[in-house]
């Protein structure tokens, strides 16, 4: 197989991030420092080689990006403040936008005109559709309370048009992530030449792929454990939301005020709390740039947690207003929340930072599956 | 040279990201002053290339011009290339250089102006800014002892002129005299250093100063007054017969300078048995007479009345000389800094000087290679009963060529590592031996030689630098990366050596103070000119030799030592000296370049 070199690949990189890979001398450091590198699947240093040299195919072949968590290690420790962590969250950038047939992903991510352009278009629409669609549906609001005294919220919000919606709009993220996922998987087990994987090894390390989503492993390995706790936190915080609201709205957005340790009360709360604590945690390392994987923010990284707060705090005011019978109050925060909500959802997780929830744990099935390749059949070996 | 009619300057300032310190807008509104410049451009004025400047020399009618800025070296070919093309001589583009008027911290303005006024009037800079001159006290000072610093007072000393040679310690040798071999010819260090420190304690035109320091410089070229501080030994130098009695006797123990730490000497001492002067003398801080009033045990065994006078007090003397030798030599980089490698918390981790003294048939341990052990008092120290190690590894680069400490190369380690692979070779058959580098740096006379001498030996030299070291089992644990083979590198040994780089001096951030003489970004002391003139300062008369100006190797410390000595002796010689570069105001250059087109114009006329 030739191999192409694209020396234009460092400037490219550099859009989606910030570091002086050039300055590596490959002395190896960041590498032996890292506590995620293992065997087979090295780096940082190895994917700074790779960069520095062009070789496009190589890195968009590789799982190395979604195996380092960003604990800084590798950053704090090199001679030559090359900065390898932050070409590896550079990598995870690129390779997002590069799993991403549409191209948006790119766009995001190198404009912020475009992130920030589409992210205000998506909200406007959402408005619209509160103020002008619903009305325009025949469907008109009462500001009559519940004999509990909440606000009857699926008056206003109707639950079959919004779970209609929330389905369509898990159906359309779901495909877009699902035809990523398989883009990633034919770059870095299909298209990689030589070798092929058989059926029973997809089946069998199917496990770690529930595994490291459950669990995330890998994170508890970096030397901080606090932030494998927060960020775990945040992730089943997100999760738990994300199946409540997009499977079950029916059961959870409830015009019924239930008792406080009901499951969907209980959930929700842990859900908030969850997210509410890995902000905290994510934003003020931000600010104070302490750790050095808080030393660079990337817009996307910003806009992602301003939106995720205003969701979450959205979320909470509109508790609080439907259960103590404000209605006007409850229904202008229903819109806000739904639009930050919605763009934060179609762009975030299928084209920018949440896709990682996805890629993550797919990257160490694909990783597994690698180390259990075998050499393709070639026509010279089936006439021996 | 002919004063240029008509002049254009293409001032070179691409803004090398935060590393432009000069004020171009003051230099352009002083280069408008002369009425023989014509048009003044900036590098962002238009595009730079071939093309764009044929057409503005052929617009403009250039037929002289200047690029003045940072390196504008980097863009000289262009200028030529377009002169060229527009039918003008390219040997009219004249180059202002300024980065070689870069004083340490800042660029003098005055300097750069006074640049720019001599090329426009068609003079080079060297010919106006001649300083004035001084005459000469014949007799130099020399500050520090070491390799540079003595072979610097012998070349002078040979000229039969007077030197103080002013040392800190108790004795002169700098680090040289606590080698065994040296590189590249393994050549023992001792054997080549002894006979040129005798030397210099017996030469008449030498005064030599142990144990003193310098405390304030004043004047200027050619008449400098030094006040020196005397240390009291304690011991008279004249009288003292070196026998040993008192050290027997003295009760008082601290860790030994000479040998880095790693051994014990008592209060009453030699720093080691070549020391010159080969006498014996106190420290006050562990001798207990002095802490508490009691003991006197040296005194009461010393077969020499009144030699050793325990209540002599530090006293102050002050010399004239007409030039001073900066040879303060280097420090080596505190290992302790880089946590990761475990020096100071892993006793078998040591420092590339400390492995020196254990090589060394003079050190602790008779020049046999033994862990570090404990004493009974609890100090870590090499003594021959402890075992011998059986696997060695040599990390390179440590504190070197790294931005979290020093950015430069320290120049001499890799070349050390590789001695101490052959010397360990040499005295432990058998042993493993493993090298980490980053890259192997072995320039000079016979180096890759010596290098290539080494492959060729049981070595396993590795690139890749190690990341860490740890304990595990009583043993040490190293864990780097394998570069060409890109693997993870794992392995255990028993002793841990680290080439530890070199760093200016502790001094010489108040030496620098004292002497006017600046320092460049690294912490050395700053020359002139890094090419030309890489042993004079910006101060008439105040010279570099040795480590103390960069990292370098004994060689070139002991050619920078003659070259600084030739200096002093030239204006011995000559009987005048000149003053300060830096001295020399805006206004003189200008009269000065006046008065030399004046001349130039009537010769003309003539
Ligand atoms: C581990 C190691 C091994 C090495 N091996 C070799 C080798 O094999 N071959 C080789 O060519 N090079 C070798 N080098 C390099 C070599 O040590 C230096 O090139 C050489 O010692 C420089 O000599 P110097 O006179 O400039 O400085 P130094 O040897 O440091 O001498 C400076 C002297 O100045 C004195 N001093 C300092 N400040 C003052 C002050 N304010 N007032 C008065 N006196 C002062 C000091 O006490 C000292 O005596 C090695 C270096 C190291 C670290
Ligand atoms: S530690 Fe820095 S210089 Fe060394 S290999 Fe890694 S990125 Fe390159
Ligand atoms: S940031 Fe941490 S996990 Fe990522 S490459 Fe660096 S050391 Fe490894
Ligand atoms: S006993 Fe006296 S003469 Fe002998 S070495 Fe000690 S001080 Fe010198
Ligand atoms: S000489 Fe060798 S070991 Fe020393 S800093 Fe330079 S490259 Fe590193």
Redesign the pocket.
């Known amino acids: 197989m030739s191999v192409r070199v694209h020396p234009e690949l460092r400037n490219q990189l550099m859009q989606f991030g910030i570091g002086d890979w050039n300055a590596c001398y490959h002395c190896g450091t960041c590498t032996a420092m890292c506590p995620l590198s293992e065997e087979g699947f090295l780096f940082p240093r190895k994917k700074i080689r790779l960069m520095q040299m062009g070789l496009k195919n190589e890195i968009e072949s590789s799982v190395e990006p979604w195996l380092c968590y960003y604990c800084g290690d590798c950053t704090s420790t090199c001679p030559r403040d090359a900065n390898p962590g932050e070409l590896m969250m550079s990598l995870r950038r690129y390779l997002t936008s590069i799993y991403d047939w549409t191209g948006l992903s790119k766009k995001f991510y190198t404009s912020e005109v475009w992130e920030i352009g589409s992210i205000l278009l998506i909200a406007v629409l959402v408005v619209i559709a509160f103020l002008i669609g619903l009305p325009a549906m025949g469907y008109s609001f009462t500001t009559e309370l519940t004999s509990q005294g909440g606000v009857k919220i699926n008056s206003f919000a109707p639950i079959h048009i919004i779970e209609a919606f929330d389905w369509a709009m898990a159906i359309v993220v779901g495909g877009l992530l699902i035809s990523n996922i398989l883009r990633m998987y034919y770059k870095i087990i299909w298209k990689h030449g030589h070798t092929k994987v058989t059926f029973w090894v997809h089946v069998r390390e199917f496990w770690r792929l529930v595994f490291n989503f459950s669990v995330q492993p890998k994170f508890g390995k970096c030397d901080d454990k606090r932030y494998w706790f927060s960020h775990w936190f945040l992730m089943s915080g997100y999760t738990i939301m994300f199946i409540v609201v997009v499977v079950f709205l029916p059961w959870f957005q409830t015009e019924k005020i239930l008792p406080p340790w009901h499951l969907q009360r209980a959930l929700g709360y842990y859900a908030t709390f969850g997210l509410l604590f890995g902000l905290l945690v994510a934003i003020t390392g931000r600010m104070r740039r302490k750790d050095v994987k808080f030393y660079f923010s990337h817009v996307s990284d910003w806009l992602f947690l301003v939106m995720l707060t205003l969701t979450v705090i959205t979320g909470i005011l509109i508790h609080i207003f439907r259960i103590y019978g404000m209605p006007y109050a409850t229904y202008i925060f229903y819109i806000i929340h739904m639009a930050v909500l919605v763009p934060m959802i179609l762009i975030e997780v299928p084209f920018s930072k949440w896709s990682h929830l996805a890629y993550r744990p797919f990257a160490v099935y694909f990783q597994h599956l690698k180390t259990h390749a075998v050499p393709r059949k070639t026509k010279i070996n089936s006439i021996n | 040279m002919r004063s240029p009619s008509k002049t254009c300057i293409f001032f070179y300032n691409p803004q090398f990201s935060d590393f432009d310190p000069i004020d171009y807008a003051e230099l352009i509104r002083y280069a408008m002053t002369f009425p023989n410049v014509s048009r003044i451009w900036k590098y962002h004025d238009f595009i730079w290339n071939e093309q764009n400047l044929t057409d503005k020399i052929e617009a403009n009618g250039i037929d002289h011009l200047i690029v003045a800025g940072l390196l504008p070296g980097t863009v000289k070919t262009l200028f030529s290339k377009a002169m060229a093309i527009a039918g003008k001589d390219p040997a009219n583009v004249i180059l202002a250089s300024f980065n070689d008027y870069y004083t340490g911290t800042t660029f003098d303005m005055d300097r750069l102006k006074s640049v720019l006024a001599c090329l426009i009037a068609g003079l080079s800079y060297e010919t106006v800014a001649i300083p004035d001159e001084n005459p000469v006290n014949p007799a130099t000072l020399v500050?520090?002892?070491?390799?540079?610093?003595?072979q610097a007072s012998l070349e002078i000393a040979y000229s039969n002129n007077h030197v103080y040679l002013?040392?800190?310690?108790g004795t002169?040798?700098?680090?040289?005299a606590t080698?065994d071999?040296?590189?590249p010819t393994l050549d023992c260090?001792a054997c080549i250093l002894t006979p040129k420190m005798v030397e210099v304690n017996q030469n008449p035109f030498i005064n030599l100063m142990t144990y003193?320091?310098?405390q304030e410089v004043s004047g200027e070229a050619g008449n400098y007054s030094v006040r020196i501080l005397m240390r009291a030994r304690k011991v008279n130098v004249k009288t003292c017969i070196g026998c040993g009695t008192c050290t027997e006797k003295c009760p008082a123990q601290a860790p030994s300078e000479f040998d880095y730490g790693t051994s014990m000497r008592k209060a009453i001492y030699m720093p080691f048995p070549q020391a010159v002067p080969n006498k014996y003398m106190i420290d006050a801080e562990s001798c207990i007479y002095l802490k508490t009033g009691k003991c006197r045990a040296c005194v009461k065994v010393c077969p020499v009345p009144d030699c050793i006078n325990l209540d002599e007090q530090d006293h102050e003397v002050t010399i004239n000389v007409g030039n001073i030798i900066v040879?303060?030599?280097?420090k080596?980089f505190d290992a302790k800094k880089m946590d990761q490698f475990g020096y100071g918390r892993l006793p078998n981790v040591l420092t590339?000087?400390e492995?020196?003294r254990l090589l060394n048939a003079s050190g602790p341990t008779g020049g046999n290679i033994h862990l570090r052990s404990q004493d009974k008092k609890g100090n870590w120290i090499f003594t021959e009963e402890a075992e011998k190690p059986e696997k060695v590894a040599i990390i390179h680069c440590v504190g070197s060529r790294d931005k979290n400490h020093n950015k430069y190369c320290s120049r001499?380690?890799c070349?050390?590592s590789l001695?101490f692979s052959h010397l360990i070779l040499e005295k432990l058959p058998g042993a493993e031996i493993h090298e980490y580098f980053i890259d192997m740096r072995s320039f000079g006379k016979g180096y890759e030689e010596f290098y290539e001498r080494i492959l060729e030996e049981d070595v396993s030299i590795v690139r890749g630098k190690t990341a860490k070291v740890e304990e595990r089992n009583g043993k040490l644990f190293l864990r780097g990366e394998d570069i060409l083979k890109g693997e993870i590198l794992e392995n255990t040994v028993d002793m841990v050596i680290l080439s530890?780089g070199?760093e200016a001096?502790e001094?010489t951030r108040d030496?620098s103070r004292m002497l006017g003489i600046p320092r460049s970004e690294d912490g050395f002391f700053e020359e002139v000119h890094y090419n030309l003139d890489p042993t004079a300062t910006s101060r008439g008369g105040i010279y570099l030799?040795?480590?103390?100006q960069g990292p370098?190797?004994?060689?070139?410390?002991v050619a920078q030592?003659s070259a600084a000595a030739a200096r002093a002796i030239q204006s011995i010689l000559k009987g005048k000296i000149y003053k300060d570069l830096i001295s020399i105001p805006l206004e003189t250059i200008e009269k000065r370049i006046n008065k030399l087109t004046l001349v130039q114009l009537e010769e003309k006329h003539l």
């Open positions: 500050i520090g002892g070491g390799i540079a610093g003595i002013v040392e800190k310690t002169i040798g700098g680090k040289m080698f071999k040296t590189f260090a003193c320091e310098v040879a303060t030599g280097f080596p590339s000087l492995f020196e001499v380690c070349m050390y001695k530890i070199l001096a001094e030496l030799a040795g480590t103390c370098k190797d004994i060689p070139d410390s030592g």
